[in-house]
Structure formats: structure tokens, C-alpha cells
């Protein structure tokens, strides 16, 4: 395990060049950053800015083509096979042929956990989501926002100290998004988890994060790195805050130099 | 003349029993839907009785039902033989054997993409063959007993089978697979965790598919030389003694088995993919 | 385009796999008639030979490989020989002939071609009736469905001597037979076809105040174009089928007599032979199906 002062996520010079049939496309170039164990990163962006790409760099999915990246001292792809992360995609993804209890314990089958150790987690994880009693029901049965809960469970379930999330709240509407903002606030307070969280919306980076990471596209790159000053404890009406205000106004503009030279 | 008239006018009186029920309040429930269909299908029987009998068709040309039906009653064990000779033996037989094996290459296909781009596409063509041709040539190998129908069976739904599970285990999405990456899940365990339950829609279909082509393919080669029982057989010699209401028995037996066989398989099917938004309700 | 290369090695594969496997197919008939000429064949008795193995057999007779793969009446042919016959009933006969592939070819691709037209021509229109009438739908529709779990080929005998002793010969019975067995599955995918368009669509039309039949012409027959299409190959597949197994009782010529008096006779050559026939027929036939789809779709702009 990483000691306090070093970075669990690691990444310098980075660079990814995909080479398509119109020529090389510089998803990420020169992409460098430290995230630290607690914190709450939010990476926002216009599409096409590598968000999702250094995501999935982060997780072993994609191959840098130049540069390093460490994920708890090791490569993405030691990391991702010691399962360091447990990742949250944009859809739930939920298996429709499986419970959603039988989905929390879908990773726990993969890695070999006993039955019993199963049990007990899948039980714990669905009540960290609100969840518990919904084991039994298949995913279908459940709403947008419960499925995503489920499928952040799924992600807990294994007790991995990284959880990399891609857009999760992205397909939900406005009030739903809101109460999984809070739930999600609440649920990285209680189990001190590294996040990354991929998004689009200034308010939902802004209320979340401790740390917002704007890029900007073609090549991808980091524009400016925000350190939020607003307090752990984050009420929702914390967005009415001339602080929260404050913090949105410099991602907007960061965003807006990034869009600048793209003309 | 009489029977005619009668028969006319049976049809005009279900027809329009059937319109009111079609286009009622009640249409939709299942009683009802069911209903319609049988109805229609026994005025179909109703008008084929008397239209034979009216018009004194010769039996060589078109017994009526009430005589199929007697056929049918007296001579259950030629018929029960004759079923467990073709259908037992021949075809359910070749469809085991054939489904397993077109699955088990299926896979292999699935894991090696050089098979993939070579034999699939030769599948495809395959699958849209005359097959029921290979039956004389298996016939002489194998010899006239039920060995060689169940053998027509094998190649007869191997393709379609093969077809069907191949596409069925490329069914998977991005994230799926990367959900699984995620895990450091191996090859096996993608497979019986993620892929075979996503491929199951498509299994179904191939096997539902392949019901139908194995009691094809072992009727069609008892045409080409059989022991003297099985369903083919006897509509073939039947046939030659003019003996049209056994070959309609025979039909009616074929025609059970087939239905019977896809309603099995749909029933398994509705339990194991009762996930799947076409199962359900 | 998907690559050649792979598929070339598949089929390479094939007929590599096919050329081993012929001397292990016809080695005991092989072995058995040199024995006959005088040859010195291991072992010599026929018991013993009877009771070997096919491999071990042409193990110990390597001498007599080569004549395997030129028997008169082989087990299994080498590809080169009914390549040599196809080649020979092709090019190498009067149309006229009745050993010319041609000719029997026509007289079972006429059948299809006829039995196709009506049956799917009667699967269109029944499928329109169907989609219209709520009556027809719900009376007809679920035994178009059942009719597909049934074997009906079983009836391919009765209907051709039924419509001889009604007069009908030739052309016709296996037409009918073909027609059967291609109407069903228009009729199913043509019905899926003039449903598809959804509820939106259908509304939109509505809101135009379009009649039954401008919502027919203009919307759901475009719409079903797709569906009509991959059910016309398979229903060309199965008139092909049904027009070969349809000659199979009557003396009339055809691919499917080919194969029938080929078996009779053992004359292997001549089956495989009919049978490949009957293959590049059927998949010609596929072809030229896909083509007029691509055609029409392109045209419409569907794809």
C-alpha cells in the first residue's frame, strides 16, 4: 500500500496516439498528474478532450503509447489484475439474467470469494447504496438510478481502495443525479475510497470533488487543475454558496480556454 | 349438393363468429386468442369433410378428416413405431449430436479469429444449401438403418446451429467486455459468466430452427432407402398403394412431433432467457 | 469486403481434408479388386480384410492408394473426379442430353423459380390481408406460425401422385410442393415487415389524415422492404428443396431424379455430382436475391 505522502495514481508525460484511417489522433499528450489516497478527482471536459481515454489508461484498458503511469506503484495492468479499482461505467450494465444480488456478486465468483464471504458482502455493499431488501429482484424490475446504485455496489463489493467512475450519473435525470450526488458524497465520507469521477456537468464536478481536473481536446491534455476550498461536509445547498460559485466560474473559464485555441 | 350448401354455409356462420370475436372487447384475452385459431382451423376441417363428401372426391385424391382420423385410431402401432423408428431414433438422435457438435465448433470458431473469417462465411453459404441433398450419399455410408438419418440430421442442422451460436457469443458489448477486463477475469470465466448467457437468445433460435430441419432431414432420407418401418417409409409406400389416408395419418404424426419438439425446446427457452426482453411479459 | 484469404485456407482445408479422406473411405473396395487383377495385397484373406481397419489397410497398402482415388463406383469420390463430371454435364453434354447437367438443372430451377413466384407472390398478398384484417390476423396468423414447426416436405410425395392421377404432371406438382414450402416464411417476415414502422411513425401519418392505403404505400411496404427480403432467400432456399425432393418420386429428370437413380445404381459420381449442381444452383439463386436487395435498398436510401 502507498505511504500518506505518495501518489496512489501516478501519471506523467503521458501520451496516447490512436492511428486511424484519417492519421494519428492525440487522445492524450504530455498528461500529467498526482492523485493522493482520499482524494475526490472530477475530470471534465468537452467530448474528445481524453476524460474517459485517461480513465481507461488508469485502468489498464487502454496502452499509453509514451510516458508512465503508476496505480498504487504498479502498472495499470498489475493494478488491474490485483484489483485495485472497482470501475462504474456510464450504463448500469447490470446482467439482466442475474439478481441483483447475484450481479454485486459477480466480481466476488470471478476472484474467488467464498460463498459465505460473498454473501456477507453483497449484503453490506446494498446497504452502503440503499439498497438492501432489492437483492431478490432482477435489474429490469428496477429504475434508472437504483441500477446505477446496484452497479456502484458491484464496484464496492470487492474492497478495492480505487473506484474509477465513467460518466455514471450521465443517463439520469436531474433530480435523481442530485440525490446520487449526495448518496455518493456520504458513501466516500464513510469508506475513505480514492475516486476518479468523469463528467460533463460543472455543478456535479464542482459539488463532489476536492480535486477538478480540466481538459481541453485535440490532443487531449489537462488545462488547469482546480483545488476546491469548499468544506467535506456539503449540504446541497452548498451550490448556492458564493464559494461553490466561485469554484464554477473558474472551471467555466477553464473550459472556455480550452475551447480558445481549438478555433 | 346438400353438403355444400351446408359447408357454405358453416363458413359464413364461424367466419363471421370469428370477425365478431376478432374485433371485440375481449379480443385480446387469451381465451379468446385462442380460441379464434381453432375455430378457424376446425372450419377449415368442417368444410374439407364436406366438400369431400359432397363432391365424392376419390379417397386416392383427398380423404376427408373423419377417415385420417379413424386411420389414425386403428393403427396407433404402426404409427408409434414407425415415430419411434424416424423421430426417436433418426431425428432426435442426429439433433443431439449435430447441436452439441455445431456448438462445440461454435466456440472454437469464437475463440480463433482466423476460423472466424474462413469458416463462418463458408457456414453462411452452407446454411443456405439443399443439404437434405448429402442423404443418398449417407444413406450408402451408413447404411438404410436409422444410422444414416440421423447423420442427414447432423449436417442438416450443424450450419444453422453454428450460425446461430456464433453470433450469439459475438453478442457482447464494449462495456460488458471491459467490465469484465476490469475484474481480471480469465477466457473461461468471460465466457460462462458473460458470453454464453448473452449468447443464449441466439442458441435457442438455432435450436428452435434445427427442430424442424431434423424431422426434414430424417423423413427425406428414408426416401432414399430405409428397413421397412419409419414415417418416411411409410409415406413413401403408402403413397405407391395409394393408401392416401395412412400418408395423412403419417402427416398428422409428423406434424404433433414437429410442433410438440419446437414447443419443448420454446418452453426450455422461455426458462432459461426468461431475462430477455422478448420473454418477457 | 470481408478478406478471401481466410476463407480460401478454410476451403483449401476442406479439400485437403476431403482428398485425405479417400483413400481411407475406399481402400477395402480398392484392395478387394486388385486382389482380383492378381495384385499381392496385405492381408490376404478376405476375412481378415473385412475385420481390419480402414487406416491400417491403406497402411499396409500404400501401393494402392493411388487407385483410390480412381474408383468407377467409389465410397467417397475425389474432388478432382466429380469436378471432371460436373465439368462434363456442364460443358461436356448436349442441353439436350439427358446426361446434361443443364438440362436437368433447368427442369428443377424452372420448378423453384415458378413455385417460388407463387408462393411468395400469395405470402405478399396474404401478409397484406393479414396486417389489414384483424379477423385474418388472429385466425390465419398463428397457424402460419405453427405451419413452421411442421415438417411439411412429408407431403411432398402425396401432392405430386395426387396431382398426376388429377391429370397434373411435370412442371407443376413440384411447383406446388416449391410453392409450399415458400410460402410460410414470406408470410411470416413479410407480416413483421408491414409492422415495423412504430408508433410515432404511424401517428405522424395519422396527423397527415392519410388513408389506409397512402399509409400502406407510402410507409409500412417501404418500411417492410428488409424483412421481405431475408425472407424471400430463405423461401428461394426452400423451393429449392422442395422442387429437389419433389422429383424424387417421379421419373421426370431433375437434379433431385439424379441423385435418387444415382443411388439406386451406386453411381457416386453422379450424386455428388447432381449434389454440387444442386449447391452452386441454390447459392446462385441466394446471390442474385442479395443482389436485388442491395439494388432496391441502395435505392431507397436504407442502406
Redesign the interface.
Known amino acids: 500500500m502507498a505511504a500518506p505522502d505518495l501518489p496512489v495514481i501516478s501519471a506523467s508525460a503521458l501520451d496516447l496516439t490512436f492511428q486511424t484511417g484519417d492519421g494519428p489522433v492525440h487522445a492524450l499528450k504530455d498528461v500529467a498528474l498526482d492523485i493522493h489516497k482520499g482524494d475526490f478527482v472530477s475530470f471534465i471536459g468537452p467530448s474528445g478532450c481524453g476524460k474517459t481515454t485517461f480513465l ?1 489508461c488508469i ?3 487502454e496502452q499509453p503509447t509514451g510516458g508512465t503511469l503508476s496505480v498504487n506503484n504498479m502498472t495499470p495492468d498489475e493494478a ?4 485495485a ?3 462504474v ?3 448500469a ?1 447490470l ?3 442475474r439478481t441483483i444480488a447475484r450481479n454485486i456478486s ?2 466476488l ?3 474467488g470469494y467464498a460463498k459465505s464471504d460473498q454473501a456477507a458482502r453483497v449484503e453490506r455493499v446494498l446497504e452502503l447504496v440503499e439498497l438492501t431488501g432489492f437483492g431478490g429482484k ?1 435489474p ?1 424490475q428496477l429504475s434508472g438510478g437504483m441500477q446505477q446504485r446496484a452497479s456502484i455496489a458491484r464496484a464496492l463489493a470487492f474492497d478495492a481502495d480505487i473506484l474509477l467512475m465513467d460518466e455514471p450519473f450521465g443517463a439520469l435525470d436531474e433530480i435523481v443525479r442530485d440525490h446520487l450526488n449526495e448518496q455518493l458524497l456520504a458513501l466516500w465520507a464513510r469508506t475513505q475510497k480514492t475516486i476518479c469521477f468523469v463528467t460533463h456537468s460543472i455543478p456535479e464536478a464542482v459539488y463532489l470533488s476536492t480535486k477538478i481536473v480540466v481538459m481541453s481536446p485535440r490532443p487531449g491534455r489537462i488545462s488547469d487543475v482546480i483545488e476546491s476550498t469548499l468544506p467535506k461536509e456539503r449540504p446541497l445547498d452548498i451550490r448556492d454558496s458564493p464559494e461553490f460559485i466561485e469554484i464554477a466560474h473558474r472551471v467555466r473559464d477553464g473550459l472556455r480556454a480550452g475551447h480558445a485555441d481549438d478555433a | 349438393m346438400i353438403y355444400l350448401v351446408v359447408a357454405l354455409a358453416i363458413w359464413l356462420a364461424l367466419w363471421a363468429l370469428n370477425t365478431r370475436l376478432a374485433n371485440g372487447p375481449s379480443a385480446d384475452t387469451r381465451v379468446v386468442s385462442l380460441a379464434i385459431p381453432l375455430i378457424f382451423g376446425a372450419t377449415l376441417l368442417i368444410i374439407w369433410e364436406l366438400v369431400v363428401r359432397g363432391l365424392n372426391v376419390p379417397l386416392v385424391i383427398l380423404p376427408p378428416p373423419s377417415l385420417i382420423a379413424q386411420t389414425f385410431a386403428s393403427q396407433t402401432a404402426i404409427l408409434w413405431a414407425d415415430f419411434v423408428q424416424t423421430f426417436i431414433k433418426g431425428a432426435l438422435t442426429g439433433y443431439v449430436i449435430g447441436c452439441a457438435a455445431a456448438f462445440l465448433t461454435a466456440i472454437l470458431v469464437d475463440r480463433y479469429a482466423l476460423l472466424k473469417a474462413g469458416l463462418l462465411p463458408v457456414g453462411n453459404f452452407m446454411a443456405a444449401l439443399p443439404i437434405v441433398g448429402t442423404a443418398p450419399i449417407l444413406v450408402m455410408w451408413f447404411g438404410f438403418d436409422w444410422h444414416s438419418k440421423a447423420a442427414v440430421v447432423v449436417v442438416m442442422v450443424f450450419f444453422p446451429m453454428l450460425i446461430n451460436t456464433v453470433a450469439g457469443l459475438a453478442e457482447t458489448t464494449a462495456m460488458q467486455r471491459d467490465l469484465m477486463r476490469t475484474y481480471g477475469a480469465s477466457y473461461t470465466q468471460t465466457l460462462a459468466k458473460l458470453r454464453l448467457p448473452v449468447a443464449m437468445p441466439f442458441i435457442f433460435n438455432g435450436l428452435k430452427i434445427s427442430t424442424t430441419l431434423a424431422l426434414v432431414g430424417a423423413i427425406v432420407a428414408e426416401f432414399f432407402g430405409s428397413p421397412t418401418l419409419g414415417m418416411g417409409f411409410r409415406i413413401s409406400t403408402s403413397v405407391g398403394q395409394l393408401a392416401l389416408d395412412m400418408v395423412w395419418a403419417e402427416i398428422v404424426v409428423a406434424a404433433l412431433a414437429g410442433s410438440a419438439f419446437y414447443g419443448i425446446i420454446a418452453a426450455i427457452e422461455r426458462g432459461v432467457t426468461f431475462w430477455h426482453p422478448s420473454q418477457r411479459t | 469486403m470481408r478478406s478471401l484469404g481466410p476463407i480460401l485456407m478454410v476451403i483449401a482445408a476442406l479439400i485437403a481434408l476431403w482428398y485425405a479422406a479417400v483413400p481411407i473411405m475406399n481402400i477395402k473396395e480398392t484392395v478387394t479388386q486388385l486382389e482380383r487383377g492378381g495384385a499381392q495385397v496385405v492381408p490376404a484373406s478376405a476375412q481378415e480384410r473385412r475385420d481390419a481397419g480402414h487406416v491400417g489397410l491403406v497402411a499396409q497398402n500404400s501401393f494402392a492408394i493411388p487407385a483410390t482415388f480412381a474408383q468407377e463406383r467409389p465410397r467417397l469420390p475425389a474432388p478432382h473426379q466429380v469436378g471432371a463430371e460436373l465439368w462434363d454435364g456442364v460443358v461436356g453434354k448436349k442441353i439436350t442430353s439427358k446426361r446434361s447437367l443443364v438440362y436437368h438443372g433447368w427442369i428443377t430451377l424452372s420448378a423453384t423459380l415458378l413455385g417460388f413466384a407463387i408462393g411468395a407472390g400469395l405470402g405478399i398478398l396474404l401478409a397484406i390481408g393479414i396486417v389489414h384484417s384483424r379477423v385474418m390476423d388472429k385466425s390465419v396468423m398463428p397457424w402460419a406460425i405453427v405451419s413452421q414447426t411442421i415438417p411439411i416436405i412429408a407431403l411432398a410425395p402425396m401432392i405430386v401422385v395426387v396431382l398426376y392421377s388429377a391429370g397434373l404432371q411435370g412442371l407443376f406438382p413440384k411447383a406446388v410442393i416449391s410453392a409450399y414450402l415458400s410460402f410460410f416464411p414470406v408470410v411470416v417476415g413479410m407480416v413483421k415487415g408491414l409492422r415495423s414502422p412504430d408508433a410515432a411513425q404511424l401517428d405522424l401519418l395519422k396527423t397527415y389524415n392519410a388513408s389506409t392505403s397512402q399509409g400502406f404505400w407510402k410507409l409500412r411496404l417501404p418500411a417492410s422492404m428488409p424483412y421481405l427480403f431475408a425472407s424471400l432467400k430463405i423461401a428461394i432456399a426452400a423451393a429449392m428443396v422442395g422442387a429437389i425432393v419433389g422429383e424424387l418420386p417421379v421419373q421426370g429428370g431433375g437434379l433431385g431424379n439424379r441423385m435418387l437413380t444415382g443411388s439406386y445404381y451406386g453411381q457416386t459420381i453422379q450424386i455428388w455430382s447432381a449434389l454440387f449442381a444442386a449447391a452452386i444452383l441454390a447459392a446462385s439463386l441466394v446471390a442474385l436475391i442479395s443482389l436485388i436487395q442491395r439494388g432496391t435498398l441502395r435505392r431507397m436510401g436504407l442502406v
Open positions: 481507461r485502468a489498464g484498458l488491474r489484475r490485483a484489483r479499482y472497482g470501475y461505467f456510464q450504463a450494465g446482467y439482466p439474467w459477480l466480481p465468483e470471478i476472484m432482477y429490469w
